[in-house]
């Protein structure tokens, strides 16, 4: 199956605010540190795509394969295949920010 040879994209878009009130200053860099360190987040099948959330009518993540958007049905179906859970993941991402939020201020 052809599939699992296909990684899916991970969009996240990151706030500036939460870098606090210089956050515009920082977003940009922050997110090329913190692409670096998700990366690893299950590399084996997922493509990562970080960018800063200028457009609040974006989500803060979504998917795509190959360019296709998915429905969060859609992506949470995929990331079965890989024996894992959407909310699972979701969850470790969001536990991650405030990490790299101090590691990229200590730097």
């Known amino acids: 199956m052809t599939i699992t040879q296909t990684h899916l994209t991970v969009n996240f878009r990151i ?9 515009p200053a920082h ?11 998700l990366q690893a987040l299950h590399s084996d099948f997922i493509d990562w795509n970080l960018t800063p959330r200028s457009d609040k009518t974006l989500p803060e993540i979504d998917y795509a ?3 296709k958007m998915l429905s969060r049905a859609q992506a949470a179906r995929y990331f079965t295949i890989f024996d894992q859970h959407i909310e699972d993941f979701e969850t ?16």
């Open 27 to 37: 977003i940009d860099q922050f997110c090329i540190l913190a692409h670096k360190r």
């Open 92 to 107: 470790a991402v969001f536990e991650q920010l405030p990490i790299i939020i101090d590691q990229y201020f200590s730097r």
């Open 65 to 67: 394969i190959s360019g």
């Open 15 to 23: 706030e500036a605010g939460c870098l606090g009130p210089e956050g």
